[in-house]
């Protein structure tokens, strides 16, 4: 009974509209960053450009081996494969640049068919980073048809026993659930607000408590992988897949829970999941093993630090829930967000991080990690990295004009 009169007491909240319970306006932001971000994103529109003239059809860009000048490309039913559309629509939002809009769309039809795809938990990450900028942009409503059905098909995939969202489908796994799960919700989030369907929101906080109640460690870091029992709803192990050890903290990972109980907050207000979004942020930000220049190593435990590699798309993520976070808290808190966040759209603009334009395959970022222990896309750019790059970069000129 309570839990029924608790979802429908949120989807109140979701129906009026996912307006921050506390929003912070009086933090202050950086008019030579806001340049500088300025700078970046006239680069990075003609940067995407460039991709745009090296993209096949019928596929969608990944990465970039520079070593043999190889642009790496997708299929549709890829995790990754909303991520170019997405940033597409960003910059156009940016710059109005039609040759930007028309790709994005031309594009996005492309993705049409994976809203039928009960096959994935990505269709977070597939559909409504590109199908929801769209929308949010543009106002199709065909779109927003097909982010509903998208998000009727990622519904399939939760198991109400277990209490969270099945991720991949594949043996030795049991039942297995990443992290990066946290980051599909906004999806099931935003069809309830839209449908005033409770259904949707059950699942999204059903699983953000499960996977609150099992990720993390005391200390808030969390584990990449948690294997269930279909039977019993039991954890059966604590794993990694894209981390040094199955105890170490995957800086990604660290990343995605920071951004997925950010989000959380914003759609529900409850004081829970900012709370938990504070902790796993207390937890990167005072870790010793983060680099002074923000840019987290690609496992917080990894074992050849300082060698080891950076992860520039952990930074990215971080540095777009940062400047969320900031302005759901006292100004105090806030300001060391905002500040950490801004060290690292700095540092991220540096020729140590940004390509020159007409260089690395035609990405933004260079030097970003995506699996070491499976030897695949290590040090490489990244099209997710330059999705939340560009991501961060708005969310601070948005935050710059509200002064």
Known sequence: MYLRLHLLLLSGLLIAGSVRAQKNNKLSTNPALVRLIDGNLRQAVNQYKVLMSKTPAGVMPR???????????????WWTSGFYTGTLFYLYQYSHDTSLLREAKDRLNLLEKEQYNKGTHDLGFMMYCSYGNGLR???DTSYKRILLTSARS?????NPVVGAIRSWDAKPWHYPVIIDNMMNLELLLWASQVSGDTSFLHIALTHANT????HFRPDFSSYHVIDYDTATGAVLAKKTAQGYADSSAWARGQSWGLYGYTVLYRYTHDTKYLEQARHIAHFILTNPHLPSDKIPYWDYNAPDIPKALRD???A????????ELARDVSVEEGTGYLETAQQILVNLSSNNYKAVVGSNGGFILK??????????EVDVPLTYADYYFVEAMLRYKELAKEK
Not at 154 to 158: D, I, N, Q
Not at 316 to 323: G, K, N, R, Y
Not at 367 to 376: L, W
């Open 137 to 139: 942009l543009l106002g």
């Open 211 to 214: 996977t609150m109640r099992n």
């Open 63 to 77: 990465s970039y081996t520079a070593g043999t000048d190889k642009l790496e490309t997708s299929d549709l039913g």
């Open 316 to 323: 990215s993520v971080m540095a777009s829930a940062l400047i």
């Open 312 to 314: 520039a798309s952990a």
């Open 154 to 158: 990622l519904s399939t995939r939760f």
């Open 367 to 376: 030097h970003s990690v995506g699996n070491i222990p499976a030897h695949t």
